[in-house]
């Protein structure tokens, strides 16, 4: 079908009650296993990739792939710069294609994260793509390294950072967090439904990798449109190779294969989640 912006695919989820899930990939295994699912399902979705990623995934060599990807799909796909640290990555993600960023000021007092947030919506702009921005602090940062300790959203600070950039898309902090949970998480349903009722834009869960279908479906007829998840896929991914290797099956394309397939069921398990049973 197409590559879309994503407030186009956030909206129409909004609309229709299903979450549109946001797929971080890092090679050509799990895009084509993402897309295989999506298109399987009939299903849109969102391929990402985030900052700390580029290390192993540069952004000059995968965006050309999500993209192309993206515009081949038989479904609508976003194609999303995912917890964009910097202004100068961001438009570089931009100058690429991508059709959504996120800028995660997070960290920063909620003055400043409303002003540079509001820098980023404005340069988004003059390329036609949506922006995501965070209020509240995930335990740990998306490559799971950092230790900054858990602060929920404040739904007031939800409502003015909309109120002063206007954003597309909002994440929350509501016990959620990146890499698999230690513990069952305990999501605030409370903070959620506060902010829900205090911004017109769709909302967004981090760290969905560990989250239970049942806080699935509940945070999305909460207010939750976008759905995040990545280290499930990484780590399917990784098994996959790892049981091909171990069973003396070493052909490289037949392991590549095993990859792709690992990617695919784990995605379409998530997007039959969040599909809520709904026609999209
Ligand atoms: P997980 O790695 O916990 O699935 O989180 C993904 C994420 O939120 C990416 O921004």
Redesign the pocket.
């Known amino acids: 079908m197409s590559l879309v912006p994503m407030k186009d695919l956030l909206i129409r989820g909004e609309e229709k009650g299903y979450g549109v899930g ?1 797929f ?1 990939v890092a090679d050509m295994e799990m895009i084509l296993g993402a897309v295989k699912a999506a298109e399987e399902l009939n299903v849109p979705m969102i391929l ?1 990739i ?1 900052q700390v990623r580029l290390p192993f995934s540069p952004l000059d060599k995968i965006a050309p792939m999500m993209i192309a990807a993206a515009e081949n799909a038989k479904v609508p796909v976003g194609v999303h710069f ?2 964009g640290l910097d202004k100068e990555m961001i438009k570089e993600a931009l100058d690429l294609g991508f059709t959504s960023v ?1 800028i995660d000021a997070s960290k920063l007092p909620i003055s400043e994260n409303i002003k540079i947030t509001a820098e980023v919506k404005k340069l988004a702009e003059r390329y036609g793509a949506s922006v995501e921005a965070e209020v509240g602090q ?1 335990g740990v940062s ?1 490559d ?1 390294s950092g230790d900054c300790s858990k602060i929920h959203s404040d739904p007031k600070e939800v409502k003015l950072l909309y109120e002063e950039t206007g954003v597309d898309a909002i ?1 929350l902090s509501i016990g ?6 230690k513990a069952a998480p305990k999501l605030n349903f409370e903070i959620l439904e506060e902010a829900n009722s205090l911004v017109p834009v769709p909302l967004v ?6 989250i239970s279908d049942e806080d699935f479906r509940k945070c999305i007829s909460k207010g939750i449109t976008k759905i ?7 780590s399917a991914v990784k098994e996959a190779a790892a049981f091909y290797l171990k069973n003396e099956k070493t052909d490289y394309f037949s392991m590549s294969d095993a990859m792709t397939n690992a990617a695919y069921e784990n995605i379409k398990r998530h997007m039959q989640v969040f599909s809520m049973d709904k026609q999209f």
């Not at 959620?176 to 949970?181: I, T």
């Not at 995040?228 to 990484?234: D, L, P, Q, W």
């Open positions: 946001a971080s990402q985030a995912d917890h996120m995930l998306e799971g994440a959620n967090q990146h890499g698999f949970y869960l981090h760290g969905g990798s560990g995040n998840v990545a280290t499930a896929t990484f």
